[in-house]
């Protein structure tokens, strides 16, 4: 009988400080910070030490620094408020705060969690007092170091600010504190070494046609309803039967319940002409014939799952009295079921392959958004675009349309 192998220590990083650590027998042995030279030089002595035999429990090497194991104590009255006891506190605030009509967190909470991460790795038991200006740079230059671009920067740190001014709000946090980190000046476009990204620009109504035959049904009719209407991923995903008011055959409205702006008491309206209606009426129908309700999406990924396994049996050479009949080889009770509902995310996804088989640039639903805008902007104005999309102002729409360069083309090629 062969005897087992000696298991061998591991490192990792320790999310809170972002030193190297390795839990051997009990205890957290810490060796730096991670990714250092140094760091891995103590990590290789002391798997050194391990592995020939030799005692660390009683006294750990000198290059490491040991550590319990068991979670820290609470934090008493006196103690001061740290960078991790403020984030716990506001994400609290934020999960109670950012709900939708349902009662669920909107994704602002998910935005805000991704922003503060690195902050809350970094500098975790830095207490909120002792951090100013001078630590929000280089948690800046941190940012800027694994290759984020600038605006994104810009909007971590100003998540910073935000979690900070509402410390203050609660009187948790000194306002001496937010006053000195908001003397630290956003990034200049080509001044701050960070990455830029390119505008987002319409999606190419020749890419979009290329896809298509690469995405099953609900996903095609998804873009397609998306181009023509204009209306949001969000929107688009969310649609259900109850939602689109068909009394006039000739108008058909759209009204989510659920819409970016629905917290400001905004009503969204998206009208449905010809082209929308010839890509809705026979969902609809199937929808109906499915038995399906008023408040179920009309767009689902079973849906897609079922086209796609309808195709593979249509394609299957064995006749079915050999081999697997259809179905027999597929789990009764899959872990994982095909969704009733599309995500953004899924959405996205699913156009994304279907560009890299089309083999053509890959572009995102929301720029399906752009190119209705570009349209609408150049057949009736700004402000009529600015109505389709349900912006509150113009400036938002000129960030979608870019009709204006082609209009400027057009008067150049007749009267330049």
């Known amino acids: 009988m062969s005897r087992p192998k000696k298991r061998v220590p591991t490192l990792s990083r320790h999310k809170a400080t972002g030193r190297a650590r390795c839990h051997w027998r009990g205890k957290d042995y810490y ?17 050194a030490e391990v592995m020939s035999g030799e005692e660390v429990d009683a006294a750990p090497p000198p290059a490491c620094e040991v550590r319990p194991a068991a ?6 009255p006196d103690d001061p408020l740290t960078v991790s006891g403020l984030l716990l506190r506001f994400k609290e605030w934020a999960e109670g705060y950012y709900i939708d009509s349902d009662g669920k967190p909107t994704q602002t909470v998910d935005n805000l969690r991704l922003s503060l991460r690195l902050w809350r790795e970094r500098y975790g038991p830095t207490p909120v007092a002792d951090f100013g200006p001078v630590r929000l740079s280089e948690l800046r230059d941190a940012m800027i170091a694994v290759g984020l671009a600038r605006k994104t920067i810009n909007a971590r740190i100003g998540a910073v600010n935000r979690a900070v001014k509402w410390g203050v709000s609660r009187e948790l946090v000194d306002p001496a504190v937010l006053a000195k980190l908001q003397t630290l000046e956003p990034l200049k476009k080509g001044r701050s070494g960070a990455k830029e990204t390119a505008p987002v620009r319409p999606a190419p109504d020749e890419h979009l046609e290329a896809a298509l035959p690469y995405l099953r049904g609900p996903v095609a009719a998804m873009a397609r309803l998306q181009r023509y209407s204009g209306a949001r991923p969000g929107e688009i995903c969310g649609l259900t039967p109850r939602e689109i008011d068909r009394s006039n055959p000739e108008d058909w409205r759209y009204v989510p319940a659920k819409h970016k702006t629905a917290h400001r008491n905004k009503i969204r309206v ?25 408040d179920d999406p009309l767009f689902q990924p079973r849906d897609a799952t079922a086209e796609m396994l309808a195709a593979k049996r249509a394609a299957r050479k064995t006749p079915d009295s050999c081999g697997n009949r259809p179905g027999t080889n597929r789990k009764a009770s899959p872990k994982r079921k095909p969704g009733t509902k599309y995500s953004t995310g899924s959405y996205r996804q699913a156009i994304q392959r279907a560009c890299e088989k089309a083999t053509v640039d890959r572009w995102s639903p929301n720029r399906l958004r752009h190119t209705a805008a570009t349209e609408v902007q150049a057949k009736f104005g700004l402000s009529t675009a600015r109505d389709v999309l349900g912006h509150g102002s113009t400036s938002t729409t000129e960030i979608y349309a870019h009709a204006a360069a082609e209009i400027a083309a057009r008067v150049a090629a007749d009267i330049g």
């Open 31 to 47: 060796f730096g910070q991670y990714g250092t030279a140094e760091a891995d030089r103590a990590f290789r002595k002391f798997v």
């Open 270 to 294: 998206v009208c449905f002409g010809p082209r929308c209606r010839a890509v809705l009426a026979p969902i609809l129908a199937a929808h109906e014939a499915k038995g399906r309700g008023e």
């Open 71 to 76: 979670r820290r104590p609470p934090a008493g």
